[in-house]
């Protein structure tokens, strides 16, 4: 089946380390997210990409940056992590603007839960 | 930016009853509205969604009700079963590809 596939899936780190989360989907999908989610806060949109060129920052971009090496991999760095970056984040890949038979859909990859002490 | 709030937070409701959860928006130029329903350990998933130039949408048990004057919208699960159990966001974007979503509503639903 066409997914959505992240890596690690956990990991602990510590203050000051580099980190890399990575992402690779099957979908075929030309825009990719990457998400953060924190109890009580909700999915917050941190990068986006619509294509191999294209990266857009979301709404808490400070103190991460991505990378989209091909249309189907997109990884989010963590320069230097700090604890309050300890959260679950989420790659999600979605269609063209809906229409046509296509929807705005994001279909989500499992998460990578990141723990920084 | 859009701000997105929703209510409850949480909501126990005994199995068979309704439950219902609020959400408001604040950029009237959102025409796009998900719902996404997030299964204990599970990655989110859509289970409906509705777009501006209609007020009600149906699938099966679940519907969701759109009211643009006054900016807010609300999920409907009748019937409600233990795989109800779940938490649920709901989302809104003035353009389907940047969306702001709610901070989650946890539904328990009791046997």
């Known amino acids: 089946d066409a997914d959505v596939t992240q890596t690690p899936r956990n990991r602990i780190t510590k203050t000051g380390k580099r980190i890399m989360l990575e992402c690779s989907q099957t979908k075929g999908h030309d825009r990719m997210y990457w998400y953060r989610q924190d109890p009580g806060l909700g999915l917050r949109l941190i990068y986006y990409s619509f294509d191999v060129k294209d990266i857009n920052k979301g709404e808490i971009s400070d103190g991460y940056s991505v990378s989209r090496q091909a249309q189907a991999k997109f990884s989010l760095s963590l320069e230097s992590a700090i604890p309050n970056q300890t959260a679950l984040y989420f790659c999600?890949?979605?269609?063209?603007?809906?229409?046509?038979?296509?929807?705005?859909?994001?279909?989500f990859g499992e998460g990578s839960r990141l723990t920084v002490l | 930016g859009e701000n997105v709030e929703q209510h409850p937070s949480t909501l126990s409701v005994q199995e068979g009853d309704s439950a219902v959860i609020k959400c408001t928006y604040s950029?009237?130029?959102?025409?796009?509205f998900p719902w996404y329903k997030q299964e204990l350990g599970k990655r989110p998933q859509l289970i409906i969604d509705?777009?501006?130039?209609?007020g009600e949408k149906k699938d099966q048990r679940i519907a969701v009700t759109l009211n643009k004057t006054a900016k807010h919208f609300s999920l409907h699960i009748t019937e409600t079963q233990p795989e109800d159990s779940a938490v649920y966001f709901c989302a809104a974007s003035p353009n389907d590809y940047k969306l702001s979503f709610g901070a989650g509503t946890t539904v328990t639903v009791r046997a």
């Open positions: 509705i777009r501006s130039n209609v």
């Open positions: 999600a890949t979605s269609d063209q603007l809906p229409g046509q038979g296509r929807t705005g859909e994001l279909f």
């Open positions: 950029d009237s130029a959102s025409n796009y």
